[in-house]
């Protein structure tokens, strides 16, 4: 037994040494053929995987493999069910993911092979199949001419016909029921399924405002005239601040009020309440942002600890009053 262990421990060894003399003989060899292959361009080497073999994606240095776990790596989707609507919007959002996650592996033609071959059963696999017989053909076909195209042709297959017609009638006929916020976040959902642009989204945001904020919206472009080239996103935050200031001025009450309806006096005659006093909102705004009291126009206190009862406007400048402050806004812009 010993013997046998000996011979065999030759062999190993003399096979050993024969391949490290033919790795020395060739090193220069080795040499040239590596400084060959690095000029192969990015092409070339994607031809060289397997068409739809994904595992070796993505290519990239040591140090990034090593910065992301292997199990954080973005999968391939599951094939496309066939279910229209909401479902083939999410296959296709999916794919797009993948694709942006190896960027630099995916031209059109193979963004489009790897959605091809990701078609489920039935209705996909059939509308997929002779566009798979003209790409592999190399045919030429409007929907293979760019991943764009291919995509607007999958969504035009699959998506709910009826889904802008029912986001239209929802969107024109939505209203603020509650607070700005509530409206501007059930607007902006309805208006993903629409292709209007930004002055016809505005006008129907506006439109479903409450009248009040509606009217405080107006009022505001007397002193800001800039608001009329407001984005839409703008707008909705202008209402969102304007609605959140009108609430906490209604909020206001004098610190013993009366329940509403109709009283009585001493002599038995019925008086009504007095309304209840109303604040503008672009003093409120303009105060807020100043650190302010919004309610009296001084500092050192909020609102809700103000000792005014009641609205304090600001004072109306005279001629002289506004000629100082022409002259301290002219002094601090040379300072600036």
């Given at each position: 037994?010993?013997?046998?262990?000996?011979?065999?421990?030759?062999?190993l060894?003399?096979?050993?040494?024969?391949?490290?003399?033919?790795?020395?003989?060739?090193?220069?060899?080795?040499?040239?053929?590596?400084?060959?292959?690095?000029?192969?361009?990015?092409?070339?080497?994607?031809?060289?995987?397997?068409?739809?073999?994904?595992?070796?994606?993505?290519?990239?240095?040591?140090?990034?493999?090593?910065?992301?776990?292997?199990?954080?790596?973005?999968?391939?989707?599951?094939?496309?069910?066939?279910?229209?609507?909401?479902?083939?919007?999410?296959?296709?959002?999916?794919?797009?993911?993948?694709?942006?996650?190896?960027?630099?592996?995916?031209?059109?033609?193979?963004?489009?092979?790897?959605?091809?071959?990701?078609?489920?059963?039935?209705?996909?696999?059939?509308?997929?199949?002779?566009?798979?017989?003209?790409?592999?053909?190399?045919?030429?076909?409007?929907y293979?001419?760019?991943?764009?195209?291919?995509?607007?042709?999958?969504?035009?297959?699959?998506?709910?016909?009826?889904?802008?017609?029912?986001?239209?009638?929802?969107?024109?006929?939505?209203?603020?029921?509650?607070?700005?916020?509530?409206?501007?976040?059930?607007?902006?959902?309805?208006?993903?399924?629409?292709?209007?642009?930004?002055?016809?989204?505005?006008?129907?945001f506006?439109?479903?405002?409450?009248?009040?904020?509606?009217?405080?919206?107006?009022?505001?472009?007397?002193?800001?005239?800039?608001?009329?080239?407001?984005?839409?996103?703008?707008?909705?935050?202008?209402?969102?601040?304007?609605?959140?200031?009108?609430?906490?001025?209604?909020?206001?009450r004098?610190?013993?009020?009366q329940?509403?309806?109709?009283?009585?006096?001493?002599?038995?005659?019925?008086r009504?309440?007095e309304?209840?006093?109303?604040?503008?909102?672009?003093?409120?705004?303009?105060?807020s942002?100043?650190?302010?009291?919004p309610?009296?126009?001084?500092?050192?206190?909020?609102?809700?600890?103000?000792?005014?009862?009641?609205?304090?406007?600001?004072?109306?400048?005279?001629?002289?009053?506004?000629?100082?402050?022409?002259?301290?806004?002219?002094?601090?812009?040379?300072?600036?």
């Amino acid at each position: 037994m010993q013997d046998r262990m000996a011979v065999m421990e030759e062999r190993l060894l003399s096979t050993v040494l024969e391949v490290d003399n033919k790795v020395a003989a060739n090193e220069g060899q080795e040499h040239h053929l590596s400084r060959t292959s690095s000029r192969r361009t990015n092409n070339e080497e994607l031809e060289d995987e397997e068409d739809f073999g994904f595992s070796r994606l993505p290519h990239s240095s040591p140090a990034t493999r090593e910065d992301v776990p292997k199990g954080a790596k973005l999968k391939l989707p599951d094939p496309f069910n066939g279910k229209r609507g909401t479902e083939a919007e999410t296959f296709m959002m999916k794919m797009e993911m993948y694709y942006k996650e190896y960027s630099k592996h995916f031209t059109d033609e193979r963004k489009i092979r790897a959605a091809l071959v990701n078609m489920g059963e039935r209705e996909p696999t059939k509308w997929a199949n002779p566009l798979m017989q003209k790409h592999l053909k190399n045919t030429s076909h409007p929907y293979l001419t760019s991943w764009e195209a291919f995509k607007g042709t999958f969504l035009l297959k699959f998506s709910d016909p009826s889904k802008r017609d029912k986001a239209i009638r929802e969107i024109n006929s939505l209203r603020q029921t509650g607070s700005a916020q509530i409206y501007a976040s059930q607007f902006r959902i309805l208006k993903e399924d629409l292709d209007w642009d930004e002055t016809a989204l505005i006008d129907t945001f506006k439109k479903g405002l409450r009248y009040n904020l509606q009217r405080e919206l107006l009022h505001m472009r007397i002193s800001n005239p800039d608001i009329d080239n407001y984005s839409l996103e703008q707008v909705i935050e202008t209402a969102i601040r304007a609605d959140d200031i009108l609430q906490q001025a209604n909020a206001l009450r004098e610190p013993h009020s009366q329940p509403s309806g109709p009283k009585k006096d001493q002599s038995g005659e019925t008086r009504t309440r007095e309304k209840k006093e109303r604040y503008p909102v672009e003093p409120f705004l303009k105060r807020s942002q100043e650190g302010l009291c919004p309610k009296c126009g001084k500092k050192g206190h909020t609102m809700k600890k103000c000792p005014e009862k009641h609205y304090i406007p600001d004072p109306v400048l005279g001629k002289k009053g506004m000629a100082n402050e022409q002259k301290e806004g002219e002094f601090m812009g040379s300072k600036n």
